[in-house]
């Protein structure tokens, strides 16, 4: 009898791992659809009709220099938002660094509604996604990605921002 029940917990626990593995492939197969979703886009917002969104590069104390993106000040409401940051057009098969996201990964969904905040219930005031690189000037490749109040309808907006320590912080189209 202890050998079934040995074998049983065993079981339950290789099929857990099992869920969580393929639910990780998953995640991480999103994200590389939107990491090459990035690569392949066009056309470029300088900004959004919807939401804040900025970007900043700051020196640190070790000679690398930070840089942050914030998305913040919804105009309307989005729902399941989803943002990814790419540094200086890296080629996914050969970045050995995961770029900077939201609402990949997390079990959790996030929201941005205009005057509502509430991190318990996924209304969040706002998103600062940042990295560190070794340069002071740095190329960042945005999309952020959300779907209406009825999940069904989904928009993308794609943005591309040159920033220099030595010249003013600007997006480009």
């Not at 079934?4 to 994200?31: A, F, N, P, W």
């Not at 399941?80 to 940051?85: K, P």
């Not at 990605?145 to 189209?173: G, H």
Request: net charge negative.
């Amino acid at each position: 009898m202890r050998k079934y029940v040995i074998s049983i917990l065993i079981s339950l626990l290789l099929v857990g791992c099992g869920q969580s593995e393929t639910i990780l492939k998953e995640k991480y197969e999103t994200y590389k659809l939107h990491y090459q979703s990035i690569l392949n886009a066009t056309q470029f917002k300088q900004k959004s009709n919807n939401y804040n969104i900025t970007s900043s590069l700051t020196k640190l104390n070790d000679g690398t220099y930070r840089y942050d993106v914030f998305v913040d000040e919804p105009k309307i409401a989005m729902y399941d938002v989803e943002i990814l940051v790419i540094v200086d057009d890296g080629l996914l098969l050969i970045s050995d660094e995961m770029m900077p996201s939201i609402g990949i990964y997390e079990d959790s969904e996030y929201h941005l509604i205009p005057y509502q905040v509430d991190a318990e219930l996924g209304y969040q005031k706002g998103f600062n996604l940042n990295g560190v690189v070794n340069q002071n000037k740095v190329n960042l490749k945005v999309l952020v990605m959300w779907k209406d109040y009825f999940k069904i309808k989904t928009e993308r907006e794609y943005f591309n921002f040159i920033i220099d320590l030595n010249t003013p912080v600007e997006a480009t189209e």
